[in-house]
């Protein structure tokens, strides 16, 4: 033990699934998108003009904040960029999540949240969600510091109402409340529409799902101005520029081409409610899924022995160890073909 | 007042050097290089395969961290990379400085430090640079939470002897000592040959200057590997994927032109020791500069006024308003012909 070692902070970092780095597998265990981005992205790129690369950024990536306030028709002032979505929500809960009592989120939910708390030292309390994974509101009745609820959560893939958001936003106006929303376009209504009505809500959103960019690492939350205000302030008292100029050209180019986007996201979606079918007949039960992943579990065989005899045909699905959900699969959507192989080395495994 | 403001994080952040966005200026204010960055650099954006983009980066920025421990023949786990220095250094105060006791640094350094120890509540002292604006190394000897010590130094563009810096960090085995390198390639030795032998101390240098690539955003720190596994820990707590696929890329084919690198540098040196002859003959005094700016004084006419004349010919320079520094410019090394236009603007102005 060095004497140094004294004043290191103490934490368990976040463990990403795996990252393999050979080509030949089938990946279903982060949840990307199967597809490329658009070719708008592409050119973008091919035509950028590395010689604007020895000044920086601009440090508000302006252009990619007002190619968002455009897209989503709210005021640039109402927009906030990060290094992803983990970026945009770790920088918030430094920003507004300094009150002595806990903050909320489910007991089920993105393992991060935890993390980060940790990481800041922030009190937390984790409400169960009920046997359906959906959200009990009447816990978020109670007093806190804070909440954070990605809808739809995840890795359930449970999508909630609006009107159950709201509820519980309206409960807590005294406090931040953070709605993760990194798979809504896959889902239902995004709450962004209630930003203009409630000046405590933060809505988070992200490239590196709908918008098959999770290695651009973008992120961005919507909010009335103040919070945004605020946003800024710690990240510029951490960071000037965090957005290189490669993904702010990406990211703008990507918000050019709303037809692709739909198209690509309607096949993911029909991918999906297709394997929900074929998983049914296999013996599987699951959530509604309104994510680009399915949450499911074996009526007679272990998750744990499904996801080590798939990943011995090298395809990687996700499991986690963890209370109440250690018989479940977190399976992402990916090509027809993909999935294919999947249903395929699934029915070898159950001998069906 | 909103009732959620009492949780907000009250801090000031950092102001960059102005970015205007118009073409025609002379931007000597951020200390960019005024050269592009290698061809390789170019073409490795050219054929990027912004299909991989729908995959998450390696978590660990595999490829760029083994290319920097090639470079500099230290081991892959001695290396640390992330969104520039500010990330890197940002990311170290977290992890290394959690004590009650102050972390040390100069009255006169890079204003980020104090803004990051603000944003993390950490206390500091900072020990005034002699007359000469050098390091008075006996200030260091005191109990202290934590070092961070820039060499060279800014905005002073001072360069101290590797023994100045190896004495501190000797006297300070039981803390944290982290050595700002952003200006090294145009000084001296780094401190990054003491790695070995300190197990305290992190050397951080970045791609923003001498590699002419700030818009890219890459920092590293090195140090032996249980301090990079702490930052690491910490780095996994905020966010797995810091580094994007196109700044891996970049700054992989960065690395390959050793030749360019060099030249360039010796490029800016030639520019900045003429700048010094002519700026001398203008009736500024001027430290022995070793970065790639000048840090000068006129023996007549207030620094702030030159600074508003300067601007109104679109010339920018930094003047920083504080205690002892206020009638001093930090002028960045242009190119040849842009530093020739400075120099006749402050002719015409100065009536010389």
């Known amino acids: 033990m060095m004497a140094w070692q004294d004043n290191v902070r103490n934490v368990v970092p976040y463990e990403p699934g795996e990252q393999p780095e050979c080509k030949n597998i089938i990946k279903l265990n982060t949840n990307e998108n199967p597809y490329p981005p658009t070719d708008k992205v592409k050119n973008a790129i091919k035509n950028f003009d590395t010689d604007t690369l020895r000044?920086?950024?601009?440090?508000k990536a302006a252009d990619l904040v007002r190619a968002l306030a455009d897209y989503y028709q709210v005021e640039e002032e109402e927009v906030f960029v990060g290094v992803g979505s983990d970026d945009v929500i770790g920088m918030a809960f430094l920003t507004f999540f300094n009150s002595n009592k806990?903050?909320?989120?489910?007991?089920?939910?993105y393992s991060f949240y935890s993390v980060w708390a940790d990481l800041y030292q922030?009190?937390?309390?984790?409400?169960?969600?009920?046997?359906?994974?959906k959200l009990v509101k009447e816990d978020y009745y109670k007093e806190n510091g804070g909440i954070i609820i990605p809808n739809p959560n995840a890795p359930t893939a449970v999508y909630e109402n609006l009107s159950v958001i709201e509820d519980i936003i309206s409960h807590n106006r005294d406090v931040v409340v953070i709605i993760d929303e990194a798979y809504i376009d896959f889902a239902g209504k995004s709450s962004g529409e209630l930003i203009s009505?409630?000046?405590?809500?933060?809505?988070?959103?992200?490239?590196?799902?709908?918008?098959?960019?999770?290695?651009?690492?973008?992120?961005?939350?919507?909010?009335?101005k103040q919070l945004i205000h605020y946003l800024n302030a710690v990240k510029n008292?951490?960071?000037?520029?965090?957005?290189?100029?490669t993904a702010i050209t990406a990211g703008v180019a990507s918000l050019q081409d709303k037809e692709y986007f739909e198209f690509m996201i309607d096949k993911v979606i029909h991918t999906r409610e297709r394997i929900k079918k074929e998983l049914s007949q296999l013996g599987f039960t699951f959530t509604d899924s309104q994510a680009n992943f399915i949450f499911a579990s074996?009526?007679?065989?272990?998750?744990?022995?499904?996801?080590?005899?798939?990943?011995?045909?090298?395809?990687?699905?996700?499991?986690?160890?963890?209370?109440?959900?250690?018989?479940?699969l977190r399976i992402s959507i990916g090509t027809d073909q993909e999935m294919d192989l999947f249903i395929k080395a699934l029915k070898q495994y159950l001998n069906m």
């Open 298 to 328: 074996h009526r007679k065989v272990l998750a744990k022995d499904i996801f080590e005899a798939l990943r011995k045909e090298e395809i990687y699905v996700r499991y986690f160890d963890s209370k109440r959900i250690d018989n479940y």
């Open 102 to 109: 806990p903050i909320l989120f489910p007991d089920i939910t």
């Open 197 to 224: 009505k409630y000046d405590n809500l933060l809505v988070v959103q992200t490239y590196s799902k709908s918008r098959s960019m999770a290695g651009i690492r973008i992120g961005y939350a919507m909010g009335n």
């Open 55 to 59: 000044l920086y950024p601009n440090p």
């Open 122 to 133: 922030i009190p937390y309390e984790r409400p169960p969600l009920d046997d359906n994974f």
């Open 237 to 245: 008292s951490y960071n000037s520029y965090t957005m290189n100029r």
